[in-house]
């Protein structure tokens, strides 16, 4: 299988993060790209540097006020007199009404759900990367490849159509999923991320063309809390579209699986043409976040249970932090979803 990845995507390096209201080192460090290419490796990738792909493909799930926002919001923060390094909100709309800031303190605010994907000098080049790689394996699926990964970073799942948020810019497995709609009729994204893919849901949510299906840890007390339940159906003509799978908190391999089973149910019953499986680690018993208990050889059976679908599948990375396991963790899905 080819994983596509380039190095400018580990330039992006951002230092706040606020846990529980403390500050700590952000967890979406660079070094994640060194332990998710080893794991690559390992599994028998080819790693492969996209082509650059433009803003075309990435403008057709984003806004082009929320793209405008992303390119320059660094160096207009870097005007205001002691502002902070990074770009981080200090202030959100309760509600977004029909009026847009023209400051850049209230744009962060308005296009920013959180205070954990802080902007630096690097992170627009590292996300338009980390796109044109979720693009690239879509490419590759299109031209008859089995399966194909784009080893995304930063991630991009949190990303709704015109807010970042939880270390995530540009949302590179709608970005996947918009590209193989060119000539896909359905498209089915899969999110195996501990945490709800609340941008994902909320980019196709009133479309019945892609069909989300998220497992996660129960956001009644979890990151993101207010996206993720059950009764999240879809809206308007995407109304059964979209499908929740909330697990318990430390919910193991067996409670996975049984969820997966209803997801996979649910992706056959839709019968897509091709799928993006958002594969963040980070529902892994050792992963720093702690949420979920799926172990090792856990991934392996996810991979082998998402295979069964036999269809085209482009394998976007999400989240997945470091731990001593994250290079397994990725070996293990990868081998078992199977190099075909
Ligand atoms: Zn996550």
Known sequence: MKAFYADEQKRHDPKAFLSSGSPKPNPEQPERVERLLAGARAAGCEIVRPGEHGLGPIAAVHTPEYLDFLERIYDRWQRIEGASQEVIPNIHPIARGGSY???????????????????????????????????EAAEAVLSGEPAAYALCRP??????????????????????????????????????????????????????????VSIHA?????????????????????????????????SGDVEFLAALDKGLQRIRA??????????????????????????????????????RL??????VQEGGYLCDELSDNLTSFLTGFGAR
């Not at 959180?114 to 693009?135: F, H, K, N, R």
């Not at 939880?166 to 970005?175: D, E, P, Q, T």
């Not at 009764?231 to 929740?244: F, I, S, V």
């Not at 036999?310 to 394998?315: A, E, F």
Request: net charge negative; hydrophobic share 45%; glycine share 10%.
């Open 218 to 250: 129960d956001p009644i007390r979890f990151y993101p809390f207010f996206w993720g339940h059950a009764d999240e159906r879809g809206e308007g003509p995407g109304l059964g579209y979209n499908l929740n799978l909330p697990l318990e908190r430390k």
């Open 101 to 135: 800031p023209a400051s850049a303190v209230g744009q962060a605010g308005y296009h920013m759900a959180d205070t954990s994907c802080p902007i630096s000098a690097e992170t627009w080049e590292s996300s338009l990367w980390s796109a044109w790689s979720a693009v």
């Open 310 to 315: 036999r269809l085209p599948t482009v394998i």
């Open 270 to 307: 839709f019968a897509p043409e091709v799928l993006v499986v958002a594969l963040g680690l980070d529902a892994f018993e050792g992963d720093p976040f702690g949420g979920l208990s799926v172990t090792t050889p856990g991934f392996a059976r996810i991979a082998e249970a998402i295979a």
């Open 155 to 212: 991630p991009g799942h949190h990303a709704f159509a015109d807010v970042a948020g939880g270390f995530c810019f540009i949302n590179n497995s709608a970005v996947a999923a918009q590209r193989l709609r060119s000539r896909a009729a359905r498209v089915a994204i899969l999110d195996v991320d501990l945490h709800h893919g609340n941008g994902t849901q909320g980019i196709f949510y009133a479309r019945p063309d892609v069909l989300t």
